[in-house]
C-alpha cells in the first residue's frame, strides 16, 4: 500500500543551525502538506503545497521556513535558523485530487526534531 | 475563532467495553470532519463525513456526523488492547488544510 515517508526519524540541532526535513509523497498525489505537533499539543497546520507553489500558510509559518518541490518525488521544509520552539514532531501529509469536500489526507510517520 | 473540541480527554476502559468519542466543532465553512488514530507516531486515516446521519463503519469503529448540532462521534465497540491510542479528529474548514483538536487518549487494558 503506497504510503507518505520521511526522513530522517529524529533530527537532533543546535540553535541558529538550519535544518531540512524530508518527505516523499504518495506518488500520484497532487497536494502537500506540513504539520506539526509540539510534545502534549495538537497537530497543527504550517503550509500547503500544489502546482509548484504554497496554497495556504498558518501564522507559525515565518521567514524562517520554506518548502520546496526540488523534483518529482521529494518535498521538503527548511528551517533557516533553528529556534528551541521549533523542537516538535513535523508531520508532512499528502492527498489526490478530489472530488469537492473530501480531504483524505494521508500522513508520514514525522521527523522528530530537538533543537538544543 | 475556529474550534475543535474532543472528549473526554482521556479514558480507560476494559478489554471488550464499548466506547464513544465525542468531537464538537465551530468553523467557517465545514467541508468535512476526519477522524484518524495516532499510536506512536502519524495520525492515521480512520473515517471522512461530510454528511450527517450517515454512519460510516469499519469493523469495529463507526462514526457518524450531525452537522446541524456540530458534533461527532466515533464508536468502538469490543474494544482489544489495540485500540489503544489518541483518536484525533479534524475539520476541514474551507482552507485547505485540517484544524485539529487535542485528541482522546484511549487506553484498553486486559
Known amino acids: 500500500e503506497p504510503e507518505v515517508t520521511q526522513t530522517p526519524s529524529h533530527q537532533v540541532t543546535q540553535m541558529g543551525q538550519e535544518v531540512i526535513l524530508r518527505c516523499v509523497p504518495i506518488?500520484?498525489?497532487?497536494?502537500f502538506y506540513w504539520y506539526r505537533q509540539i510534545l502534549g499539543q495538537k497537530v497543527e497546520f504550517l503550509v500547503s503545497f500544489y502546482n509548484n507553489e504554497i496554497s495556504e500558510k498558518s501564522e507559525i509559518f515565518d521567514d524562517q521556513f520554506s518548502v520546496e518541490r526540488p523534483d518529482g518525488s521529494n518535498f521538503t521544509l527548511k528551517i533557516r535558523s533553528t529556534k528551541l520552539e521549533d523542537s516538535a514532531m513535523y508531520f508532512c501529509?499528502?492527498?489526490?485530487?478530489?472530488?469537492?469536500?473530501?480531504?483524505?489526507?494521508?500522513f508520514g510517520p514525522g521527523t522528530r526534531l530537538t533543537v538544543t | 475563532e475556529d474550534k475543535v473540541v474532543q472528549s473526554p480527554l482521556s479514558l480507560v476502559v476494559h478489554e471488550g467495553d464499548t466506547v464513544t468519542l465525542n468531537c464538537s466543532y465551530e468553523?467557517?465553512?465545514?467541508?468535512?470532519l476526519l477522524w484518524y488514530k495516532q499510536e506512536k507516531k502519524a495520525p492515521t486515516f480512520l473515517f471522512m463525513l461530510?454528511?450527517?446521519?450517515i454512519e460510516k463503519k469499519s469493523g469495529r469503529l463507526s462514526s457518524i456526523l450531525d452537522k446541524k448540532e456540530l458534533f461527532s462521534i466515533l464508536n468502538i465497540t469490543a474494544t482489544q488492547t489495540g485500540d489503544s491510542a489518541v483518536y484525533l479528529c479534524a475539520v476541514n474548514h474551507g482552507a485547505n488544510n485540517l484544524f485539529f483538536g487535542t485528541g482522546t487518549r484511549l487506553t484498553v487494558i486486559p
Open positions: 468553523v467557517t465553512n465545514f467541508r468535512s
Open positions: 461530510t454528511s450527517s446521519g
Open positions: 506518488s500520484n498525489h497532487l497536494y
Open positions: 501529509a499528502s492527498r489526490g485530487t478530489s472530488v469537492w469536500g473530501s480531504y483524505e489526507q494521508y
